[in-house]
T-cell receptor, first 115, second 113 residues
Framework: DTEVTQTPKHLVMGMTNKKSLKCEQHMGHRAMYWYKQKAKKPPELMFVYSYEKLSINESVPSRFSPECPNSSLLNLHLHALQPEDSALYLC??????????????FGPGTRLTVT | AQTVTQSQPEMSVQEAETVTLSCTYDTSESNYYLFWYKQPPSRQMILVIRQEAYKQQNATENRFSVNFQKAAKSFSLKISDSQLGDTAMYFCAFISGNTPLVFGKGTRLSVIA
């Protein structure tokens, strides 16, 4: 089973709202990732969690707040977003994280629209 | 910094024909992995094939195969017997122990009936 699930599939939020994106995997992977993808562009890495600890933050604005409650779950808390934050947000997982070369498995993404 | 270059923004191929997507990369590291990912219009990013840099043998997965030229830092993807379901954006990607996954800009492939 190489499934990564993400909820919700679509999200529309105003600039003053607070919302959360959720990601789950049951492959026993110890690394999880958040990517942002704009239309017709490759994914851009935002955060990496390795063994439930934040190991990489690619200078992401503080209006994006990641959380890893346990090794199977990854959340992305959103607050005071801007219209330019509208994008597809992809979650991924891999067997291990930083310093390793394992392939990543991606979820279907959440299409976020900020109005 | 590691870079991945896909020089073909768009390509098309007739159904049942063969097509090759190009990818070059730049790195000074000796231990790394290369991947091809497929992202159909439904948007799910799917791993197509992987290649370990230390392996000389080219990876194959059913109709998908790679031509890995380590000295030339080239990693092309060949799709044989193209099917309509192969229509997607294809991303070449690089990862090493010191570098998170780095993607190329992608090649949009259209399979024409």
């Amino acid at each position: 089973d190489t499934e990564v699930t993400q909820t919700p599939k679509h999200l529309v939020m105003g600039m003053t709202n607070k919302k959360s994106l959720k990601c789950e995997q049951h492959m026993g992977h110890r690394a999880m990732y958040w990517y942002k993808q704009k239309a017709k562009k490759p994914p851009e890495l935002m955060f990496v969690y390795s063994y439930e600890k934040l190991s990489i933050n690619e200078s992401v604005p503080s209006r994006f707040s990641p959380e890893c409650p346990n090794s199977s779950l990854l959340n992305l808390h959103l607050h005071a977003l801007q219209p330019e934050d509208s994008a597809l947000y992809l979650c991924a997982s891999s067997q291990e994280g930083t310093g390793k070369t394992y392939e990543q498995y991606f979820g279907p993404g959440t299409r976020l629209t900020v109005t | 910094a590691q870079t991945v270059t896909q020089s073909q923004p768009e390509m098309s191929v007739q159904e049942a024909e063969t097509v090759t997507l190009s990818c070059t990369y730049d790195t000074s590291e000796s231990n790394y992995y290369l991947f091809w990912y497929k992202q159909p219009p439904s948007r799910q990013m799917i791993l197509v094939i992987r290649q370990e840099a230390y392996k000389q043998q080219n990876a194959t997965e059913n109709r998908f195969s790679v031509n890995f030229q380590k000295a030339a830092k080239s990693f092309s993807l060949k799709i044989s017997d193209s099917q309509l379901g192969d229509t997607a954006m294809y991303f070449c990607a690089f990862i090493s122990g010191n570098t998170p996954l780095v993607f190329g800009k992608g090649t949009r492939l259209s399979v024409i009936a």
